[in-house]
């Protein structure tokens, strides 16, 4: 049998999965195991016992200055950044992409604008932004903004460019005026589209969010991991890391799930 028409099992696709988990994670111990044996005061490959221990002062162990949690103040902080900046980006991103995609004299300004934000990498700008909008909140919500909002206008404008003529024809046949086509006939393809476009750009999100955070900010999990690292604290960056990185599968997986409830039609709500 080809091996392009091999399909694994259900056990076998889950064994599979976690592999390449399991193996890394192997590698890493090993590692570990073996310059915490040369050097117990190793500090590039931490133990789990020197994680762990590092987790239980960081998450439940009140600060001794501000008497907060630590892990859950920095994960709260971020997710409210990261979230706000990507409900403003999916609003600014779908109006922009219906617009320069049902309405062509609209499209001809906003497709080529879009077209040339897009390719401005939103990191070189941080600089500006935190001149414009202080260092405070809005810098950081305003990098996630920027940098997400034009590849959303983008891909949703091309998704309302495919739905066929025949389909806008029939309606506005049947008495449709314009409002009414968005709202009925477009509105729900672009909708199912979004969630799939924001699962895409969750990786671009977090960048954004944790860069900002590692230059100014007083709180969040990118300023925990920039401002212990001057002291080579390994056992607390890789839980944070592991954290974002679990906290952003998390978020994949609501926005599928969701997908898959409210486009079940859709290709792709069963990713």
Request: glycine content about 6%; aromatic content about 8%; charged content about 15%.
């Amino acid at each position: 049998m080809r091996q392009i028409n091999r399909h694994p099992s259900r056990g076998m696709h889950i064994m599979l999965m976690l592999l390449p988990f399991i193996l890394l994670l192997a590698v890493y111990f090993i590692s570990s195991a073996v310059r915490l044996d040369a050097n117990p005061h190793d500090k590039l490959l931490p133990g789990l016992d020197q994680m762990l221990s590092a987790l239980d002062r960081m998450a439940f162990t009140p600060d001794r200055r501000s008497g907060d949690y630590l892990f859950w103040m920095d994960t709260l902080v971020s997710l409210a950044r990261l979230l706000t900046g990507l409900l403003i980006a999916s609003l600014l991103g779908l109006c922009i992409g219906i617009t320069a995609g049902v309405f062509p004299l609209w499209r001809a300004s906003l497709s080529p604008l879009m077209t040339v934000l897009s390719m401005i990498p939103p990191l070189a700008i941080l600089p500006v932004l935190f001149i414009v909008f202080g260092l405070d909140e809005l810098s950081k919500i305003m990098l996630i903004v920027i940098g997400i909002t034009p590849m959303l206008a983008r891909d949703l404008e091309h998704r309302a460019r495919e739905i066929p003529q025949e389909i806008i024809i029939k309606a506005q046949t049947l008495g449709a005026n314009s409002w009414t086509l968005v709202l009925r006939v477009v509105l729900p393809q672009l909708l199912s589209r979004l969630l799939t476009s924001l699962r895409l750009l969750l990786g671009s999100a977090w960048l954004f969010l944790i860069s900002a955070e590692a230059i100014s900010s007083t709180a969040g999990l990118g300023y925990r991991i920039f401002l212990v690292r001057r002291y080579m604290a390994m056992d607390v960056i890789i839980p944070y890391v592991v954290w974002i990185t679990l906290l952003a599968w998390l978020m994949d997986l609501a926005l599928r799930k969701l997908h898959s409830v409210c486009f079940p039609w859709a290709e792709g709500g069963k990713a």
